[in-house]
Protein backbone atom coordinates (compact mmCIF):
# COMPACT_ATOMS: atom_id res chain seq x y z
CA UNK A 1 0.00 0.00 0.00
CA UNK A 2 2.96 2.68 0.74
CA UNK A 3 4.25 1.85 -2.83
CA UNK A 4 1.18 2.80 -4.23
CA UNK A 5 -0.07 5.35 -2.20
CA UNK A 6 3.48 6.96 -2.61
CA UNK A 7 2.91 6.49 -5.98
CA UNK A 8 -0.83 7.69 -7.07
CA UNK A 9 0.48 11.26 -5.36
CA UNK A 10 3.49 11.36 -7.22
CA UNK A 11 1.29 10.73 -10.30
CA UNK A 12 -1.26 13.19 -9.34
CA UNK A 13 -2.13 16.11 -11.58
CA UNK A 14 -3.95 18.82 -9.95
CA UNK A 15 -5.01 19.60 -6.27
CA UNK A 16 -8.63 17.62 -6.93
CA UNK A 17 -6.93 14.09 -7.50
CA UNK A 18 -4.43 15.56 -4.14
CA UNK A 19 -7.38 15.70 -2.33
CA UNK A 20 -9.25 12.27 -3.52
CA UNK A 21 -6.00 10.61 -2.59
CA UNK A 22 -5.83 12.29 0.49
CA UNK A 23 -9.68 11.63 1.45
CA UNK A 24 -8.86 7.71 0.23
CA UNK A 25 -6.03 6.86 2.40
CA UNK A 26 -6.12 9.23 5.53
CA UNK A 27 -9.87 9.80 5.41
CA UNK A 28 -12.07 8.85 8.24
CA UNK A 29 -13.22 6.15 6.04
CA UNK A 30 -9.36 5.81 4.41
CA UNK A 31 -7.59 2.91 4.21
CA UNK A 32 -4.93 3.93 6.61
CA UNK A 33 -7.83 4.97 9.48
CA UNK A 34 -9.10 1.30 8.87
CA UNK A 35 -5.98 -0.19 9.70
CA UNK A 36 -5.46 1.91 12.39
CA UNK A 37 -8.97 0.82 13.74
CA UNK A 38 -8.14 -2.24 13.00
CA UNK A 39 -5.01 -2.64 15.39
CA UNK A 40 -7.77 -3.64 18.50
CA UNK A 41 -8.15 -6.75 16.29
CA UNK A 42 -4.31 -7.67 16.69
CA UNK A 43 -2.52 -10.23 19.19
CA UNK A 44 -0.85 -7.67 21.76
CA UNK A 45 2.54 -8.26 21.01
CA UNK A 46 2.10 -7.35 17.28
CA UNK A 47 0.03 -4.31 18.08
CA UNK A 48 3.12 -1.43 18.90
CA UNK A 49 5.13 -2.40 15.79
CA UNK A 50 2.08 -2.32 13.31
CA UNK A 51 0.97 0.46 15.36
CA UNK A 52 4.04 2.39 14.38
CA UNK A 53 4.62 1.30 10.74
CA UNK A 54 0.71 2.67 10.45
CA UNK A 55 1.79 6.28 11.96
CA UNK A 56 5.30 6.46 10.14
CA UNK A 57 3.32 5.60 6.79
CA UNK A 58 0.42 8.02 7.59
CA UNK A 59 2.78 11.02 8.59
CA UNK A 60 4.83 9.93 5.11
CA UNK A 61 1.87 10.02 3.08
CA UNK A 62 1.08 13.46 4.88
CA UNK A 63 4.29 14.87 3.55
CA UNK A 64 4.19 13.17 0.46
CA UNK A 65 0.84 14.89 0.17
CA UNK A 66 2.10 18.07 1.03
CA UNK A 67 5.32 18.47 -0.94
CA UNK A 68 2.93 17.21 -3.53
CA UNK A 69 0.73 20.04 -3.18
CA UNK A 70 3.50 22.93 -3.00
CA UNK A 71 4.89 21.19 -6.20
CA UNK A 72 1.21 21.42 -7.96
CA UNK A 73 0.78 25.59 -6.71
CA UNK A 74 4.30 26.03 -7.68
CA UNK A 75 3.21 25.36 -11.59
CA UNK A 76 0.29 27.36 -11.24
CA UNK A 77 1.37 29.85 -9.93
CA UNK A 78 4.63 29.38 -12.55
CA UNK A 79 1.67 29.51 -15.76
CA UNK A 80 -0.41 32.09 -14.53
CA UNK A 81 3.03 34.39 -14.00
CA UNK A 82 3.52 33.50 -17.95
CA UNK A 83 0.51 33.86 -19.08
CA UNK A 84 0.35 37.63 -17.48
CA UNK A 85 3.49 38.21 -18.35
CA UNK A 86 4.41 41.92 -19.64
CA UNK A 87 7.37 43.44 -20.62
CA UNK A 88 7.73 46.89 -19.50
CA UNK A 89 9.97 47.48 -22.24
CA UNK A 90 8.79 47.42 -25.20
CA UNK A 91 7.30 50.26 -26.91
CA UNK A 92 3.86 51.50 -26.40
CA UNK A 93 1.48 51.76 -29.03
CA UNK A 94 1.75 54.97 -31.49
CA UNK A 95 -1.99 56.76 -32.20
CA UNK A 96 -1.84 57.99 -35.63
CA UNK A 97 -1.13 61.39 -35.41
CA UNK A 98 -2.67 63.67 -38.71
CA UNK A 99 -1.03 66.41 -40.45
CA UNK A 100 -2.82 69.60 -42.78
CA UNK A 101 -3.37 68.90 -46.25
CA UNK A 102 -0.67 71.29 -47.69
CA UNK A 103 -3.10 73.36 -49.29
CA UNK A 104 -4.81 74.51 -46.08
CA UNK A 105 -1.23 74.77 -44.81
CA UNK A 106 -0.77 77.36 -47.32
CA UNK A 107 -4.32 79.02 -46.72
CA UNK A 108 -3.52 79.50 -43.33
CA UNK A 109 -0.18 80.85 -43.65
CA UNK A 110 -1.85 83.49 -45.76
CA UNK A 111 -4.80 83.58 -43.84
CA UNK A 112 -2.20 84.59 -40.95
CA UNK A 113 -0.43 87.26 -42.84
CA UNK A 114 -3.38 88.83 -44.04
CA UNK A 115 -4.88 89.00 -40.22
CA UNK A 116 -1.30 90.54 -38.88
CA UNK A 117 -2.18 92.99 -41.92
CA UNK A 118 -5.63 93.80 -40.53
CA UNK A 119 -7.81 92.43 -42.71
CA UNK A 120 -11.15 90.16 -42.22
CA UNK A 121 -11.16 86.40 -43.18
CA UNK A 122 -14.68 85.56 -44.63
CA UNK A 123 -16.02 83.06 -47.07
CA UNK A 124 -18.59 83.03 -49.82
CA UNK A 125 -20.96 80.23 -51.55
CA UNK A 126 -19.02 77.79 -53.99
CA UNK A 127 -22.57 77.61 -56.05
CA UNK A 128 -22.60 81.39 -57.39
CA UNK A 129 -25.41 83.23 -59.70
CA UNK A 130 -24.38 84.89 -62.62
CA UNK A 131 -25.20 87.92 -61.49
CA UNK A 132 -22.85 87.43 -58.43
CA UNK A 133 -20.06 85.67 -60.90
CA UNK A 134 -19.92 87.69 -63.54
CA UNK A 135 -22.23 90.63 -64.17
CA UNK A 136 -21.66 92.56 -61.11
CA UNK A 137 -17.99 92.29 -61.84
CA UNK A 138 -18.92 93.64 -65.06
CA UNK A 139 -18.99 90.74 -67.48
CA UNK A 140 -22.04 91.65 -69.56
CA UNK A 141 -23.67 88.54 -71.22
CA UNK A 142 -21.58 87.71 -74.05
CA UNK A 143 -18.63 89.76 -72.69
CA UNK A 144 -15.57 87.85 -74.42
CA UNK A 145 -14.01 87.83 -71.20
CA UNK A 146 -16.61 85.15 -70.20
CA UNK A 147 -14.36 82.41 -72.73
CA UNK A 148 -11.23 82.11 -70.54
CA UNK A 149 -13.70 81.47 -67.13
CA UNK A 150 -15.91 78.77 -68.29
CA UNK A 151 -17.35 76.57 -65.78
CA UNK A 152 -19.95 73.77 -64.85
CA UNK A 153 -23.80 75.42 -64.62
CA UNK A 154 -26.70 73.67 -62.46
CA UNK A 155 -30.09 73.29 -64.46
CA UNK A 156 -31.35 76.53 -63.26
CA UNK A 157 -28.76 78.62 -64.51
CA UNK A 158 -26.54 78.71 -61.25
CA UNK A 159 -22.81 77.68 -62.00
CA UNK A 160 -19.68 77.00 -59.67
CA UNK A 161 -17.89 80.23 -58.98
CA UNK A 162 -14.92 80.64 -61.21
CA UNK A 163 -13.23 82.79 -59.16
CA UNK A 164 -13.15 84.13 -55.49
CA UNK A 165 -14.69 87.76 -57.12
CA UNK A 166 -17.68 87.16 -56.09
CA UNK A 167 -17.33 87.43 -53.00
CA UNK A 168 -16.49 91.31 -53.25
CA UNK A 169 -20.26 92.12 -55.09
CA UNK A 170 -21.84 90.01 -51.52
CA UNK A 171 -19.52 91.83 -49.03
CA UNK A 172 -19.86 95.30 -50.83
CA UNK A 173 -23.80 94.68 -51.07
CA UNK A 174 -23.95 93.86 -47.26
CA UNK A 175 -21.51 95.79 -45.80
CA UNK A 176 -20.73 99.74 -45.97
CA UNK A 177 -16.98 100.87 -46.16
CA UNK A 178 -13.79 100.99 -45.60
CA UNK A 179 -12.60 97.47 -45.05
CA UNK A 180 -9.74 95.20 -45.67
CA UNK A 181 -11.06 91.59 -46.67
CA UNK A 182 -9.58 88.45 -47.57
CA UNK A 183 -11.28 85.21 -48.63
CA UNK A 184 -10.23 82.23 -49.41
CA UNK A 185 -12.24 79.24 -51.33
CA UNK A 186 -12.28 76.09 -53.37
CA UNK A 187 -12.76 77.47 -57.42
CA UNK A 188 -14.05 75.69 -61.04
CA UNK A 189 -13.07 75.54 -64.29
CA UNK A 190 -13.89 73.91 -67.11
CA UNK A 191 -10.23 72.84 -67.35
CA UNK A 192 -8.75 70.43 -70.34
CA UNK A 193 -7.38 68.70 -66.76
CA UNK A 194 -2.97 67.74 -66.94
CA UNK A 195 -0.39 68.40 -64.29
CA UNK A 196 -1.16 71.96 -63.91
CA UNK A 197 -4.57 72.26 -64.36
CA UNK A 198 -7.00 70.95 -62.90
CA UNK A 199 -11.14 71.37 -62.77
CA UNK A 200 -11.09 72.32 -59.29
CA UNK A 201 -8.48 74.43 -57.28
CA UNK A 202 -8.14 77.34 -54.90
CA UNK A 203 -7.85 81.00 -54.76
CA UNK A 204 -7.22 83.84 -52.19
CA UNK A 205 -8.68 87.26 -53.10
CA UNK A 206 -8.12 90.46 -51.48
CA UNK A 207 -10.23 93.41 -51.21
CA UNK A 208 -9.90 96.59 -49.73
CA UNK A 209 -12.61 99.77 -49.81
CA UNK A 210 -12.22 102.94 -48.33
CA UNK A 211 -11.52 106.95 -48.80
CA UNK A 212 -8.18 107.87 -51.49
CA UNK A 213 -6.83 104.20 -51.27
CA UNK A 214 -4.58 104.05 -54.35
CA UNK A 215 -2.54 101.72 -56.56
CA UNK A 216 0.33 102.46 -54.32
CA UNK A 217 -1.87 100.70 -51.88
CA UNK A 218 -2.00 98.01 -53.80
CA UNK A 219 1.30 97.46 -54.33
CA UNK A 220 2.05 98.21 -51.12
CA UNK A 221 -0.21 95.31 -49.59
CA UNK A 222 1.27 92.91 -52.39
CA UNK A 223 4.58 93.64 -50.97
CA UNK A 224 4.00 93.31 -47.53
CA UNK A 225 2.67 90.23 -48.37
CA UNK A 226 5.22 88.89 -50.16
CA UNK A 227 7.43 89.95 -48.21
CA UNK A 228 5.74 87.96 -44.82
CA UNK A 229 5.65 85.11 -46.85
CA UNK A 230 8.98 84.89 -48.28
CA UNK A 231 11.28 87.38 -46.27
CA UNK A 232 12.13 91.08 -46.29
CA UNK A 233 14.83 90.77 -49.38
CA UNK A 234 11.30 89.60 -51.73
CA UNK A 235 10.76 91.97 -54.85
CA UNK A 236 7.22 92.06 -57.00
CA UNK A 237 6.11 93.49 -60.20
CA UNK A 238 2.69 94.30 -61.67
CA UNK A 239 2.19 94.41 -65.76
CA UNK A 240 -0.49 95.74 -66.92
CA UNK A 241 -3.12 93.55 -68.13
CA UNK A 242 -7.14 92.99 -68.57
CA UNK A 243 -9.87 92.28 -65.87
CA UNK A 244 -13.44 93.39 -66.57
CA UNK A 245 -14.14 94.32 -63.30
CA UNK A 246 -10.82 96.40 -62.16
CA UNK A 247 -9.10 99.68 -64.35
CA UNK A 248 -6.37 99.89 -64.08
CA UNK A 249 -6.38 96.02 -63.98
CA UNK A 250 -2.38 94.05 -64.06
CA UNK A 251 -1.07 90.73 -62.87
CA UNK A 252 1.50 90.32 -60.54
CA UNK A 253 4.96 88.14 -60.15
CA UNK A 254 7.07 87.90 -56.83
CA UNK A 255 11.01 88.00 -57.37
CA UNK A 256 11.65 84.90 -54.97
CA UNK A 257 14.26 82.63 -53.78
CA UNK A 258 13.13 78.86 -53.48
CA UNK A 259 14.78 77.87 -50.25
CA UNK A 260 14.25 74.29 -51.72
CA UNK A 261 16.06 73.90 -54.79
CA UNK A 262 18.05 77.38 -54.13
CA UNK A 263 16.60 78.83 -57.56
CA UNK A 264 15.35 82.40 -57.52
CA UNK A 265 13.34 83.64 -60.48
CA UNK A 266 9.68 85.76 -61.05
CA UNK A 267 6.76 83.62 -59.87
CA UNK A 268 4.23 84.79 -61.66
CA UNK A 269 0.93 84.82 -58.94
CA UNK A 270 -1.96 86.30 -59.99
CA UNK A 271 -4.24 89.44 -60.69
CA UNK A 272 -5.03 92.77 -59.45
CA UNK A 273 -5.98 96.71 -60.00
CA UNK A 274 -8.55 99.11 -58.70
CA UNK A 275 -12.19 98.26 -57.95
CA UNK A 276 -13.83 98.91 -61.49
CA UNK A 277 -16.57 102.09 -61.55
CA UNK A 278 -18.81 100.01 -62.86
CA UNK A 279 -18.32 97.41 -60.04
CA UNK A 280 -18.74 99.84 -57.26
CA UNK A 281 -22.31 101.25 -59.27
CA UNK A 282 -23.71 97.76 -59.08
CA UNK A 283 -23.23 97.42 -55.19
CA UNK A 284 -24.16 101.20 -54.71
CA UNK A 285 -20.71 102.67 -53.15
CA UNK A 286 -19.53 106.22 -53.82
CA UNK A 287 -16.82 108.34 -53.03
CA UNK A 288 -14.75 105.62 -52.13
CA UNK A 289 -11.85 103.70 -54.20
CA UNK A 290 -10.20 100.48 -53.47
CA UNK A 291 -7.93 97.27 -55.11
CA UNK A 292 -8.23 93.90 -55.05
CA UNK A 293 -6.24 91.34 -55.80
CA UNK A 294 -6.67 87.16 -56.20
CA UNK A 295 -4.43 84.23 -56.82
CA UNK A 296 -4.32 80.28 -57.27
CA UNK A 297 -2.92 78.80 -54.00
CA UNK A 298 -1.66 75.06 -56.45
CA UNK A 299 1.12 76.94 -58.00
CA UNK A 300 2.11 78.68 -54.79
CA UNK A 301 2.26 75.30 -53.05
CA UNK A 302 3.82 73.06 -55.99
CA UNK A 303 7.01 75.39 -55.75
CA UNK A 304 7.02 75.59 -51.95
CA UNK A 305 6.54 71.98 -50.98
CA UNK A 306 8.27 70.82 -54.51
CA UNK A 307 4.64 68.72 -55.53
CA UNK A 308 5.76 68.31 -59.40
CA UNK A 309 1.39 67.63 -60.71
CA UNK A 310 -1.31 69.33 -59.07
CA UNK A 311 -3.17 65.70 -59.09
CA UNK A 312 -1.33 64.46 -56.32
CA UNK A 313 -3.35 67.58 -54.37
CA UNK A 314 -6.32 65.82 -54.91
CA UNK A 315 -5.50 62.10 -55.45
CA UNK A 316 -6.02 61.30 -51.61
CA UNK A 317 -2.34 59.18 -51.60
CA UNK A 318 -1.34 59.33 -47.78
CA UNK A 319 2.12 58.77 -49.43
CA UNK A 320 2.24 62.14 -50.85
CA UNK A 321 0.99 64.02 -47.84
CA UNK A 322 3.09 61.83 -45.17
CA UNK A 323 6.37 63.29 -46.55
CA UNK A 324 5.34 66.51 -45.13
CA UNK A 325 3.79 65.54 -41.87
CA UNK A 326 5.25 67.88 -39.03
CA UNK A 327 5.99 70.69 -41.80
CA UNK A 328 4.34 74.18 -41.52
N1 LIG B 1 -10.47 86.83 -60.25
C1 LIG B 1 -9.33 86.91 -61.13
C2 LIG B 1 -9.08 85.53 -61.73
O1 LIG B 1 -9.49 84.57 -61.19
C3 LIG B 1 -8.11 87.39 -60.40
C4 LIG B 1 -8.23 88.82 -59.93
C5 LIG B 1 -8.68 89.07 -58.64
C6 LIG B 1 -7.90 89.86 -60.75
C7 LIG B 1 -8.79 90.37 -58.18
C8 LIG B 1 -8.00 91.17 -60.29
C9 LIG B 1 -8.43 91.41 -59.03
O2 LIG B 1 -8.42 85.41 -62.76
Request: include cysteine.
Given at each position: ????????????????????????????????????????????????????????????????????????????????????????????????VGGLHLLTRVTNRLTD???????????????????????????????????????????????????????????????????????PGK????????AT?E?MFHQI????????????????????????L????????????????????????????NPR??????????????????????????????????FGLERLAMVSYGVPDIRYFYGGDLRVLRQFRGEL
Open positions: MREQALAEVADATDLNALQALRVRYLGKKGELTRQLKGLGALPPDERRAAGASINALKEELEDALKRRREALEGEAVARQLESERLDVTLPGYGYPVFRSMGYDVVVGPELETDAYNFQKLNFPDEHPARDTQDTFWTEDGRLLRTHTSPMQVRYMLSHAPPFKIVVVFRNEAVDHAEALVVGEHITMADLHGAINQMARAFGPETKTRLLPTYFPFVEPGAEFAVWWKTGRAGWLELGGCGMVHPNVFKAVGYEGVTGFAFG
